[in-house]
């Protein structure tokens, strides 16, 4: 590992996308993660954003109002706000300097950090948690294609880095033209202070009535590509298995009604508990009550590869626990099959009940996966680890300016 400069820096973290109420998970849990571990390090950092987020105290924050009506109108009326923002931020930006760089996450017509580098020359950093055309065209719906289009590439060109969360993604951006000089992944992460091994869940394991059961879970939101569907389709075969097993789905989202619905058709709603949103600071400890945790992400339909860095699977790793997860993307470069997970064939409930069930009747193999999975977790994939990757970033980029 590089070792970091002793420069104390001054970061401004600037968002344009509206969480609202959502300040856990995702994206807001990769900001809160970087500043955390930069605040530690006694960096100073700002955040600008247009809703509110859980961050340390010593981040001072700046608040550009977002109005609802955008929420509904997300493509229409995204360019007044935009141009909102780049008139407010460029002004609080630049009553802040000296600010070393600017820390901005891509969000749907985004050119804000593009025009504040140009006027100002602050060095800019994006973070691309996919490219905003194809999500749109794959997950959501897109009006204004070349105006989206245009708006990215303003961006990639005018960043001096753009940070990834995968090997997959970084071959996605240079397919459409971003320079690979650019580009710098770094996964997401987990902090070891809240996510480790020595959770009491006493208070949730009674609450949920699950003493002496075998708790399988899994966190997240409900997305299409977290494949949740196909674990619910796994119950019913482990509960052959395994009479006293519960499924624990910590987490709510777009896809709950279809988990529902197999639930129903499966007749298993007697080995499955859904939670729904809870806290983030209460995670941790559903999580530690469950003897194995799942990461059933899938590949997109199109044959596109999974190119996400689920926050989860770090968080698992955190807490010194088995896991599987289907070999796709990223999970199948950080997890190694039989030593730090079980890797099973992606939309196959076959192979996760499989899998399940070897977990359970084989406690060493257990013990072995929890042990190394850990281990690796603490040793390459914390919050810090991220944080040091992006400032060696910043120092390598001024130095080969010098």
């Avoid at 257990?366 to 999975?373: E, R």
């Avoid at 040793?379 to 970033?393: D, G, I, M, P, V």
Wanted: aromatic content about 14%; proline content about 4%.
């Amino acid at each position: 590992m590089v070792e970091i400069q002793n420069e104390k820096l001054r970061i401004a973290f600037w968002r344009i996308d509206y969480a609202g109420a959502l300040v856990d998970a995702g994206i807001n849990s990769t900001i809160r993660g970087l500043i955390t571990e930069l605040v530690k390090s006694g960096h100073k950092v700002f955040h600008i954003s247009g809703s509110r987020a859980k961050l340390p105290n010593e981040v001072e924050s700046f608040h550009i109002p977002f109005s609802k009506i955008f929420r509904n109108f997300p493509e229409v009326f995204s360019f007044p706000y935009q141009f909102k923002s780049v008139s407010l931020g460029k002004r609080i930006i630049k009553n802040l300097e000296p600010i070393n760089f600017i820390y901005q996450v891509i969000h749907d017509f985004n050119f804000s950090g593009a025009v504040v580098r140009k006027n100002l020359g602050i060095p800019l950093f994006l973070q691309a948690d996919g490219i905003q055309v194809w999500v749109k065209q794959n997950w959501g719906k897109l009006y204004f294609k070349s105006l989206l289009r245009w708006a990215e590439e303003i961006q990639w060109s005018f960043a001096d880095k753009i940070f990834t969360f995968s090997s997959q993604l970084r071959e996605q951006l240079k397919s459409y033209g971003v320079p690979e000089t650019k580009i710098v992944i770094n996964p997401c992460g987990f902090n070891p202070e809240v996510f480790h091994p020595n959770i009491d869940c006493k208070e949730i394991i009674n609450q949920l009535n699950i003493a002496n059961k075998f708790v399988v879970g899994f966190s997240g939101t409900f997305g299409y590509y977290h494949g949740i569907s196909f674990l619910a389709k796994s119950i019913k075969m482990v509960a052959k298995a395994i009479p006293n097993v519960v499924f624990l789905f910590v987490g709510d989202g777009s896809y709950r009604a279809q988990l529902d619905e197999i639930i129903k058709q499966d007749n298993v709603e007697k080995f499955t508990i859904i939670t729904g949103f809870v806290p983030f600071e209460d995670v941790p400890k559903y999580l530690s009550c469950c003897d194995v945790l799942v990461s059933p992400c899938i590949n997109n339909d199109d044959g596109t590869e999974f190119f996400n860095s689920p926050l989860k699977n770090f968080e698992y790793m955190g807490l010194r626990k088995p896991i599987i997860a289907t070999a796709v993307g990223q999970q199948k470069e950080i997890f190694k099959h039989r030593w730090s997970a079980l890797l099973v064939e992606e939309r196959n409930p076959e192979a996760i009940a499989e899998a399940i069930i070897e977990l359970y009747n084989n406690p060493d193999l257990s013990a072995t996966i929890a042990i190394n999975a850990f281990n690796e977790g603490i040793s390459k994939h914390t919050w810090r680890h991220r944080a040091e990757n992006l400032l060696n970033s910043y120092f390598e980029l001024i130095n080969s300016k010098i």
